[in-house]
């Protein structure tokens, strides 16, 4: 399932303006053929794995963006599981490329 926003430019000025909150990103290639996806419920979020990819150049291909916050009663980690699954489906159980791992669903309760 993709993330229900536009893609962005995956660059500085960019990921700059993502908010510090548990959520899910996806990193494209030119073609905004996604090639990761992750999640995240540390302090500094989404923001925070994106700018990690980004300064460490991680997929070096990757040149657009776009997230999704986790809602009131949902993590970020439960968040990509659930667009890990969807995704999954659609591209005959495969992950993205430079998916390293599948996250487990987890609840709050």
């Known amino acids: 399932m ?5 893609w962005s ?16 990103y996806e990193i494209a ?23 990690q990819r980004l300064r460490n150049k991680k997929p070096p291909t990757g040149k657009h963006f776009r997230f999704q916050t986790a809602g009131l009663f949902q993590t970020g980690i439960g ?9 999954r489906k659609q591209h005959h159980g495969r992950n993205p490329r430079y998916t390293k791992r599948s996250p487990q669903k987890r609840g709050l309760f």
Do not use: C, M, W
């Open 29 to 51: 290639n030119q073609k905004k053929t996604t090639i990761d996806r992750g999640g995240s419920d540390a302090q500094t979020g989404v923001y925070g794995r994106l700018s």
């Open 79 to 87: 968040l990509e599981a659930t667009h890990a699954e969807k995704f």
């Open 2 to 6: 993709p993330i229900p926003k536009k």
């Open 9 to 24: 430019r995956f660059n500085r000025e960019n990921v700059s303006k993502v908010p510090k909150v548990p959520g899910v």
